[in-house]
């Protein structure tokens, strides 16, 4: 006499859920995929952005150039207002305008600026006030990483690419507020490769 009731054989159990298994296997395996994929394109655009926000702060440093010397933390010399290849701790040191004050707190809106190497990160460095002393620590701000090397030259009045900024010591106050005509940045990337941007000087 047949049962009233079919059910599933032991067998076809198995086969269910053999099947159900490599199923979830495959599905783990894309979902794992799609996650690593969406994890590498977030870095990507984290890297673009890093990368553009350094390089617009750079141009943007440059073409507020200000024709403000400094006194130099020892002694009543002036530093220029735009200084290259002078010192050893900074590749790039400048005063430049437009440093936003809405808060109305006491300082100018004439800033100092310094950009250096350190460890394959480009920092730039800035200070609450231009006449400094040498207690006086800078805020400091990573701006850039896995830069395998940063370099500028400036375009003088007679045309020609120099690699430093004054040319030339001197003690005459119209030449310490001297600014070059252009700035060329080359910066070298270890995954983008060479950034090169040409930024007129006003002035």
């Known amino acids: 006499m047949p049962s009233r009731y079919a059910g599933f054989t032991l067998l076809e159990l198995l086969v269910a859920v ?11 395996s894309g979902y794992t995929q799609l996650q690593k994929q969406s994890e590498y394109a977030e870095q990507r655009l984290d890297r673009t952005r890093q990368v553009q926000r350094a390089v617009q702060t750079l141009v943007q440093d440059l073409e507020q150039v200000e024709p403000r010397a400094i006194r ?3 002694g009543d010399t002036r530093l220029p207002s735009l200084m290259l290849g002078v010192t050893t701790e900074y ?13 109305g707190l006491p300082r100018p809106t004439v800033q100092r600026v310094g950009y250096r190497m350190e460890n394959l990160e480009l920092w730039r460095d800035h200070w609450p006030v231009l006449d400094r002393t040498l207690a006086l620590e800078p805020v400091r701000e990573r701006m850039l ?3 395998t090397s940063i370099t500028f030259r400036v375009l003088d009045a007679s045309r020609s690419w120099v690699d430093q900024w004054p ?5 005459d106050p119209a030449e310490a507020r001297r600014r070059p005509a252009a700035v060329e940045v080359i910066i070298e990337l270890e995954d983008w490769g060479t950034i090169r941007r040409l930024v007129e000087v006003p002035g």
Do not use: H, Y
């Open 18 to 28: 053999a099947i159900f298994s490599v199923v979830g296997v495959l599905a783990l």
């Open 167 to 171: 040319e030339a010591q001197t003690t």
């Open 91 to 103: 590749r790039l040191e400048m005063s430049r305008a437009g440093w936003s004050n809405t808060a």
């Open 72 to 74: 130099e933390p020892i």
């Open 145 to 147: 990483t896995g830069v």
